[in-house]
């Protein structure tokens, strides 16, 4: 056995990551347009104004995703460019442009995966106090619904959130992200219920105005990896990897933001420590969060290897000349066969990746090409760990790997550079690397080539 024969092989990006045009067509601000004019917020005072001008070059875009063989591609729906308030009057140049992107797709037989929420609020919405305002799920459906019924089934796919824990967790407990705030957990707790409420509302709006479409959703977590896959080690990886027992790290918890979506319930271990700061009513709530999904994405970075003590996991330390990423992070393999597997038999939905890969130091070389194999090395070690999961039984429905180009990387700015695809900002030539030459071919023969 190997991936499926329909296995959905992508490549992903975000709107305020790639697209630009931030002043443009009517467009609203939004959390991250204000943030980046924060003096020391960005590395090197970079800003997402102009990006890779996506927002211009779609149409070049898609013809590179073409070339480069994708069956499916994932982006992210700005929701101020559509309601540049939040909510109210609706930007029909906002709508245009994913109306065209969408076509464009669609011509070059593409399947379009939109992201509804990838971060970047709007401002507006923000002033009224953005996730944390108890309307704000009502915020959130009603852009869903401008863009669910004038879309309708056009869009074959729609992922309701992206990474909610890094909202939460970068936004306003490490403050690294926009809107950078820092808040206790009797507010980042109500936040977090708040956005799955929103999540909810969006897959009953998304049901009755698409039928056809499959919704999904795209957290993140580090893995924790069992190295020695003995019974013990893996029931202790299971328990750390699943537990909320921190009361700061629970914001990046696989189950927190999981169990009620698919489960209809929070976990009991954290209820005991964050359970005082939800609305006395939450559980009405949970019916309305609990709404059948179709696949559960997931977006897997890196993992953590650990060892078994006395029943429980404890953290490895990193070994000496570990490999890491440009960016630093440890180069972890296996956390893509224990994420995908400890999800899948928790939540019994096919898994897709939603996002993996890394950031290298790219060049262009006096040839120019841009040769990185360190590209070609991560990500084929990661993807035969994959399918090694979906060979021992993980429903494994699609990968899309982080990015298709490079773009605008949050607070680090254009500092790294993680796409298939080299961007010179100063031109906005793309260069394709020696790693989408490569992803071609693992796509063409369906990964048999790994
Ligand atoms: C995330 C986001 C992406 C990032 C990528 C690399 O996972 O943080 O979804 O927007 O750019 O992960 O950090």
């Known amino acids: 056995m190997s991936f499926k024969k329909d296995f959905v092989w992508g490549a992903a990006t975000a709107s305020y990551q790639i697209e630009g045009a931030a002043y443009e067509d009517g467009k609203g601000m939004n959390i991250w347009d204000d943030y980046c004019k924060i003096p020391g917020k960005i590395l090197n005072g970079d800003t997402g104004d102009v990006a890779c001008d996506h927002y211009h070059r779609y149409k070049e875009d898609v013809a590179l995703m073409k070339q480069l063989g994708i069956k ?10 559509i309601l540049p308030d939040g909510t109210g009057k609706v930007n029909p140049k906002g709508l245009e442009f994913y109306k065209n992107l969408v076509n464009e797709l669609k011509a070059n037989g593409i399947t379009p995966y939109a992201t509804l929420f990838h971060w970047d609020y709007p401002s ?3 002033e009224k106090g953005g996730w944390l305002n108890s309307d704000s799920p009502n915020w959130f459906a009603e852009y869903v619904k401008t863009v669910v019924e004038f879309f309708k089934d056009d869009i074959p796919n729609y992922i309701t959130f992206n990474e909610p824990s890094v909202v939460i967790g970068c936004g306003y407990v490490i403050t690294e992200h926009a809107p950078g705030i820092k808040l206790d957990n009797y507010m980042l707790v109500p ?5 799955l409420k929103a999540h909810g509302m969006a897959v009953k709006i998304i049901r009755e105005f698409a039928p056809k479409a ?3 959703y795209a957290p993140a977590s580090n893995p924790i990896i069992p190295p020695n896959h003995d019974a013990n080690e893996v029931e202790a990886a299971r328990k750390k990897y699943f537990g909320v027992n921190d009361p700061i790290n629970w914001v990046w918890s696989p189950s927190w933001w999981g169990d009620p979506i698919v489960l209809g319930k929070y976990p009991e271990d954290g209820l005991k420590i964050l359970g005082k700061y939800l609305p006395k009513n939450y559980e009405e709530d949970l019916k309305l969060i609990n709404q059948p999904i179709d696949f559960y994405g997931h977006n897997i970075y890196q993992g953590e290897y650990v060892k078994e003590q006395n029943g429980v996991a404890v953290n490895l ?3 000496v000349g570990y490999p890491r990423t440009a960016i630093g992070w440890p180069i972890t393999p296996e956390a893509l066969y224990w ?5 899948h038999e928790r939540y019994n939905l096919p898994i897709i990746i939603t996002e993996n890969g890394l950031s290298c130091h790219d060049a262009v070389s006096l040839d120019g090409k841009v040769h990185d194999p360190n590209r070609i090395d991560f990500l ?9 999961a979906a060979e021992d039984g993980a ?9 298709l180009m490079d773009n605008f990387e949050w607070a680090k700015g254009y500092f790294d550079r993680f796409g298939l695809i080299y961007v010179d900002y100063q031109t906005q030539k793309r260069t394709p690397k020696d790693s989408f030459y490569w992803y071609s071919e693992v796509i063409k023969q369906n990964g048999e080539n790994l």
């Open 72 to 81: 499916a591609y994932r982006f992210s729906i700005s929701w101020a460019r």
């Open 124 to 126: 507006k919405l923000m």
């Open 191 to 195: 936040m977090a219920h708040n956005i």
């Open 214 to 216: 499959k919704i999904g």
């Open 317 to 319: 330390p990193n070994k």
């Open 339 to 343: 994420g995908p597997k400890f999800l």
């Open 380 to 388: 084929n070690r990661y993807l035969l760990q994959l399918k090694k």
């Open 395 to 403: 429903d494994i429905a699609g990968y899309f790997q982080w990015s």
